[in-house]
């Protein structure tokens, strides 16, 4: 049969329409007998399709197996097609301490076929493992250059906030990138982890192959290359994991010090909302709160500042599991875009009452305080002239607080 040139989209559509075959041959790298490929092919093929033989012609044919040059010849997958899964494989996930272990295997693997080759004095099996090695450690440079893309891109998602997520939901999903891709990054480069150990262990391989065929050139060029990846991995990796962290540790510590600091303001709200001043946490200004159960901010200003500016969450508040995981319409960003879309001289509590309907008074005192924690940028102004507002079936007696100034 003469040679046929196939256009690449029937050559991807033959490797679709055989995938799971490929993926079987790329799994099992060592490759079948013809009479074992012919019963993989038997297992996987749909009844009514064509006979394993026809199958297995076809995958000569478009060149997705290839046969070996061993003493007894077996089938392979083709090297652009292992390549091309192995590159999908590696897109698919990201590392983790699996993904690792996996890299470890590996690794571990060609140091093992190294030493046979050196053991039989070997260059053809020499020549071809260095091969694989070199595939290896380019697989694994992509692999941490994708994590670092990855975290950078997540967290620049996470900074510009366009799905309005919470506080405690960024904090959440911070977290998960950072044991999802920085973590794994951290075991890579560090010497006394079990992939610094692992390639310890191939450099000096590669070292004793170098100095064993040092009268071949191709060899010892392979060699020189193989111990130059090494190195650019490890300088890579350690690259990767500074910018990644410069990106995510500041958001991350960010994320953990405002989702403490609404939980701590959370807990003392729902204790002012039902009266319970006696158990208030010791803050200075503290006992100023408990002369009146108003929506007022002008004795509270430097109490809720502590609590603002507290770095650790205090001792004396308990979170309750349902009261920390509640979510209000009115969280800082969204109170601070209300402010931003709001008019001038407008009262800002009757406007949130009116941005959303059933606000506790819990919620509007909550509001309330970032509104006066932001005034600066805002131009808030704050008067103490009582007025009263409706919430729910209750009057409430409160400050007038006002974007912009109110004189005419």
Known sequence: ???????????????????????????????????????????????????SGYIFQQLLNYRIIVETNDYNPRFILALPYRE???YLYQESQPVN???????????????????????DDSTALTLRNLNKLGRELDNI???SSQNRLGVINDVRKLKSNDENLSYRERLSEANRLWDEYLEPLREMISPSGSFGTIMDSLKQMLEIGEARFSGQTELRQLFLQSRARRAQLNEQTRHDLNEAQ??????????????????????????????????????PFGRLLRRERHITMGGARGFLADIWSLQTEPDSIMLDDAMSSAQSPLETEAVLKLLDEMPAKTNVVEYFLQAHDSLTANEV???VTVVCLHQKRHNITITNDLQNYQLGDETWQGISIYKGDTDD
């Open 246 to 283: 410069q990106e995510l540790t500041p958001l991350r510590e960010k994320l953990t010090q405002e989702s403490k600091l609404v939980d701590a303001a959370n807990v003392i709200f729902n204790q002012l909302e039902q009266g319970k001043f006696s158990e208030l946490p010791s803050f």
């Open 365 to 367: 005192l909550r509001a």
């Open 84 to 86: 091309f899964l192995e």
């Open 141 to 143: 440079a992509q692999k």
């Open 1 to 51: 049969m003469g040679f046929r040139y196939y256009k690449p989209k029937e050559r991807v559509n033959k490797l679709s329409e055989y995938f799971e075959l490929a993926d079987v041959l790329f799994h099992y790298e060592q490759g079948f007998t013809e009479p074992e490929l012919l019963e993989r092919i038997d297992a996987t093929k749909n009844s009514a399709g064509p006979d």
């Open 97 to 119: 301490s699996a993904i690792i272990q996996g890299y470890i295997s590996a690794l571990q693997q060609r140091i093992d076929d190294l030493k046979r080759a050196y053991e």
